[in-house]
Structure formats: C-alpha cells, structure tokens
C-alpha cells in the first residue's frame, strides 16, 4: 500500500493540536448522537455537524474528499446493513434503526477523524449485542496501541474478539494513519497477525476504526459509488478514535 510510504511521527505541539481537533470533533459527533431519533433526516444530522464544526473555526474534513464523486457532506450516515460511507439525505431514520455515523474535522492543518454507532429508540437484542462488541473491539485494539507493539498486534486482537462472536471483520476497508491528511501510513487493518507489520512509534497518530458485520466479511458499494452495504444485507457497526502513541498510555484525540 503506497499509505505505508507516508508514515509521520507528530511531535507534542502537533499532537495537541490533533487533541483540540479531535475535542471539537466529538462535540460534532456529541450533538449528532443527541438528535438521533424516529423522524429526523441524516441531511438534519449532517447540518448540525457541519454547524458545530464551523462555531469552532475549523472545517468539515470530509466534505469535498475527492472520490468517485467529491463527498457531498460533513457526515458519513449509515443506516442498517450500510457499513461506510452513506450519504446524509432527505431520508428519515425509524425506531430500531442502527445507526453509524462517522465525521472528521480540520483545525489548525490537522485532521480528527471518529465513528460511532447507535440504536434508534428500542432495539433488537442482536443489534445491541453487535453494537456492545464493536465498540469493545475498539477498545481493546486502542489498548494494544503501546510504543514497541506491531500493527499486526493491533490488527490481531481486534479481529480475534470480534471473530469470537461469530462476526466478521471486512477486508477492504481498513484503520490508517492520520494528521495533516486524513489517510497517512500507516494502514492499520481490523484483521491480521500478532508480531507482524509496523513497529509503533510514539508520535504516530492512527485512526482505528473496527467495522464490523454480522454475516459476511464481504461489501459492496451502491450505485450512488459511495456507501458500502454487507453484500448479505446483514446488520453492520462501526467505531472508531484518533489514538496517538505514546511513551506511555494510548491518547485517544478524538474525545471531549
Ligand atoms: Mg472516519
Ligand atoms: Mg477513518
């Protein structure tokens, strides 16, 4: 992957500016989480980002990201089997809805990038346990973060708890470095081998981000060239942090 060429150590002054975009992109995503319910348009969702984003003199980091079309909007929203990449729309979320969203923010010149999943109202009990592991899984990838750790070790035990609830873990779609880009080396997969890959280095951002699906590790994009469903229409979860290596703990960036 040519990502793996464009590895960048950030040194304190850089991580706390990552920490302060990584602040306001959590209260972007914290106003998103608290106007999820039945009725309101993922277009209303990605509006109240895009406002919180703009209040804090920074900008929306997804909006205009070259694709195979510039992405129109601050959020990504998924709904259901959708697992990335949705875009905000006239479209209502329902009671009982699993909802993903996931936005970045630009402050300073450096990029916050973060996801996270939620149900509509009541849910299904397999939404809420798939939602409770993927959010785990996460943590546990980012408690592996440590200095002298590899990628792989990372990689590995993300994909090894979520595998041990029968869920899958996509292939093509993946962690990755970030800072000044949004996607730097290195490139940090939710699937892999313990001792292999990258040794970490304090100062190396990573934006980790656990997708997980309930019936196949398999995806497929829509016709709109952007969001990425489960090819079985299975129900999907996605979290994800700004984490910097450290000398000591991991500094998860994307918080408040
Ligand atoms: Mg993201
Ligand atoms: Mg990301």
Sequence with gaps: MAWERNVVIKSQPEIEIMQAAGRINALALKAVREAIRPGVSTAVLDKIAETVIRDHEAIPAFLGYPGPTPYPGTINACLNEEMVHGLPS???????????????????????????????GE????????????????EIGISKMLAGNRVGDVSAAIQEYVESFGYHVPREYTGHGVGRTMHEG???????????????????????????????????VLSDQWTVVSIDGSHTAHYEHSVAVTEGKPLILTQV
């Design 123 to 138: 849910v299904s009990k397999e939404v809420k346990q798939l939602l409770e592991v993927t959010e785990k899984s996460l």
């Design 90 to 120: 006239a479209r209502t979320v329902k009671e009982g809805d699993l909802v993903s969203i996931d936005c970045g923010t630009i402050y300073q010149g450096f990029v916050a990038d973060s996801a996270f999943s939620v149900g509509v």
């Design 186 to 220: 290195p490139q940090v997969p939710n699937y892999g081998l313990p001792g292999r890959g990258m040794v970490l280095r304090p100062g190396l951002t990573i934006a980790l981000e656990p997708m997980v699906l309930v019936g196949t590790p398999r995806t497929k």
